[in-house]
């Protein structure tokens, strides 16, 4: 498979100003030099700086207004509800669309199972689609 074109950092930014801190989040966990297995691959095989549980919370709750919009818009743009969203990411099928929808509009992150996981594959899918971006 023949390498990508990528865009600059500030080009994304630019093309996504209201995700730019996330953006730079993720770039900064991940090394720009990943965002191409990322967005051929996914981001839960392992990629730098989103292996560990408390990197990826970590990364995920600091962007959680950013994440939440991500996650209103592209259930609204596939005409489903978030919850309901929420249960085809890896790793939430096993959770209720309540329990989900909960959890992604707390106020305090908790170490309940729903949160663990759900935080985490909103690290996976956020970075997914930043690294999207640097080849739209």
């Not at 730079?24 to 095989?45: C, F, K, M, P, Q």
């Amino acid at each position: 498979m023949s390498r990508l074109t990528r865009k600059t950092v500030a080009a994304v930014c630019a093309e996504h100003p209201d995700y730019a801190p996330l953006i730079r989040a993720v770039v900064r966990a991940t090394g720009v030099d990943s965002l191409e297995d990322i967005y051929r691959h996914g981001a839960s095989w392992g990629a730098p700086g989103l292996t560990y549980y408390r990197d990826t919370r970590r990364l995920s709750w600091a962007h959680r207004a950013d994440l939440r919009r991500m996650v209103e818009d592209q259930a609204e743009d596939w005409g489903r509800d978030p919850g309901a969203w929420l249960q085809d990411l890896r790793g939430l099928e096993e959770f209720s669309p309540v329990e989900l929808v909960r959890s992604l509009y707390t106020s305090r992150l908790g170490d309940s199972d729903v949160d663990l996981l759900l935080w985490n594959a909103l690290a996976w899918y956020g970075a997914e689609r930043v690294a999207a971006w640097f080849w739209e």
